[in-house]
Antibody
């Protein structure tokens, strides 16, 4: 059974930084492309970022480009999202998800971690 | 800026059939957009239902089906059940590694 557990969320002031982690199990992590998806309170889902299995290919939504960095440590089965220059509108639950090979879609999802940006 | 469009809300009677759609503010949805569908109940993580237009994810009952109808992607639920009452999101692959969700459809079963 695939499990993905996010952590690192919390309260941060505007302009601050936070690093999210997602530890995965039950899958061959190094072969899986991974993603972050977020959901603001009461709003819909928003794709944030993708990373390839080896970590050499990354993509970002325009809303986070230049501020967020996705990375991974395959030796630790862990996905990261470094979030800098945080804005109030970044307040959301952040989910990690593994991507289906060749399908441009997500497979398994974590339960999410809440990031609140507020002064 | 292209927007992925979904009906904000829909209702269906228990046992009935409902089709939710996923379109583009400009242009037509085709299989080249690899449409996928996700179900989410309040406070829970999303669940993958359909990917690559019409392939059901593991464990998804066959009363959920995906297709292209006209210029939109579609999710059809046949024989709706009470626990199908959820939010449904479509996602399209826009190219260059970019994906985009629709705004979601709130489905009521009553």
């Amino acid at each position: 059974e695939v499990q993905q557990l996010e952590s690192g969320g919390g309260l941060v002031q505007p302009g601050g930084s936070l690093r999210l982690s997602c530890v995965a199990s039950g899958l061959t992590f190094s072969r899986q492309a991974m993603s972050w998806v977020r959901q603001a309170p009461g709003k819909g889902l928003e794709w944030v970022s993708n990373i390839g299995g080896s970590g050499d290919i990354t993509y970002y939504a325009d809303s986070v480009k230049g501020r967020f960095t996705i990375s991974r440590d395959n030796s630790k089965n862990t996905l990261y999202l470094q979030m800098n220059s945080l804005r109030i509108e970044d307040t959301a639950v952040y989910f990690c998800a593994n991507r289906l090979v060749g399908a441009r879609a997500f497979d398994d999802w974590g339960q999410g971690t809440l990031v609140t940006v507020s002064s | 800026q292209t927007v992925v469009t979904q009906e904000p809300s829909f209702s269906v009677s228990p046992g009935g059939t409902v089709t939710l759609t996923c379109g583009l503010s400009s242009g037509s949805v085709s299989t080249n957009y690899f449409p996928s569908w996700y179900q989410q109940t309040p406070g829970q993580a999303p669940r993958t239902l359909i990917y690559s237009t019409n392939t059901r994810s593991s464990g998804v009952p066959d009363r959920f089906s995906g297709s292209i109808l006209g210029n939109k992607a579609a999710l059809t639920i046949t024989g709706a059940q009470a626990d199908d009452e959820s939010d449904y999101y479509c996602m399209l692959f826009m190219g260059s590694g970019i994906s985009m969700f629709g705004g979601g459809t709130k489905l009521t079963v009553l």
